[in-house]
């Protein structure tokens, strides 16, 4: 609507000039094209020079052809070097910013103007940018997947070890702590109705939800999952034996949540977690 009325004042409000002023420039083909589900892309790790910051991005499209596109690939790098620099809080705040590398134009501007040229629709999902405690682990597997894990004690190694497990194994939280509440009943309802349907008494009921509980527990939590590259050892047994713990971790996947074509991505990740 900005676009239109811009166009309009710029045009003397001539509707027929605004229009053809609009189509020049690809803004009337990047707003018709906006509505268009884009659930493929690239996640993108950057970090500053001093290696103080780093930054992951998801910029979505809505084929794998264009994630090979270099004016793609460009944009979702200048998105990415804008976060760093400017430090926006969020993406809505980020579309108005000047884009790095850009010619002036805005990070939206931008978006509009490579929506014209590849064709399909374009959007920058989202991105987390953290200032790590300890030690920076990062990890992307192909595009699809990537993985920032800061942790305290251990190394480089141990870090990158770790965030290739978290790319592969997708837990939701560090420990059982920090499951969410709703999460935690959820699962309760599920597996006490399946506990009810074997008709054994209710308190054996219950301890058959106590043990389902304790082994779900134990799957989604990081600490609670067995190491991808020795699945004898948990994460937790690791981390106490190189006397580190983790402070963080984002994963980001692409399309996650969205309307697609479902691949297993995960045990592409495990199987090369357990060569590496």
């Not at 000047?98 to 939206?108: A, H, W, Y």
């Not at 509009?112 to 991105?127: P, Y």
């Not at 991808?228 to 996947?253: G, M």
Request: aromatic share 4%; with cysteine.
């Amino acid at each position: 609507m900005m676009d239109c009325k811009k166009a309009l004042q710029e045009a003397g409000g001539d509707i027929d000039a605004a229009i053809e002023d609009m189509r020049k420039s690809g803004m009337a083909k990047a707003a018709k094209k906006s509505g268009r589900v884009a659930a493929e892309g690239i996640i993108v790790i950057r970090q500053s020079d001093d290696g103080a910051e780093t930054v992951m991005l998801e910029v979505n499209c809505e084929t794998d052809f264009v994630t090979k596109d270099e004016n793609f690939l460009r944009f979702a790098d200048n998105v990415a070097a804008t976060v760093l620099e400017q430090k926006p809080d969020d993406v809505d705040a980020l579309a108005g910013l000047p884009l790095s590398g850009g010619d002036n134009q805005t990070v939206e501007e931008a978006r509009q103007q490579l929506v014209a040229v590849i064709g399909e629709n374009t959007s920058v999902r989202r991105f987390v940018r953290i200032q790590p405690q300890g030690t920076l682990g990062s990890y992307i597997h192909g595009v699809r997947i990537g993985v920032l894990v800061d942790i305290g004690g251990g190394d480089e190694e141990l870090a990158r070890d770790l965030a290739m497990h978290i790319a592969a194994s997708h837990p939701v939280c560090i420990n059982e702590e920090e499951v969410p509440a709703e999460m935690l009943e959820k699962e309760k309802e599920i597996f006490r109705a399946q506990a009810a349907d074997s008709g054994k008494p209710d308190e054996i009921v219950e301890k058959m939800v106590a043990g389902r509980m304790q082994k779900f527990l134990k799957e989604i939590t990081l600490l609670g999952q067995p190491f991808v590259k020795d699945p004898d050892k948990t994460v937790e047994s690791l981390l106490k034996e190189k006397a580190a713990q983790v402070h963080y971790f984002e994963r980001y996947e692409v399309g996650e949540g969205k309307d697609k074509k479902e691949d297993n991505f995960a045990e592409e990740v495990m199987a090369q977690a357990k060569g590496g």
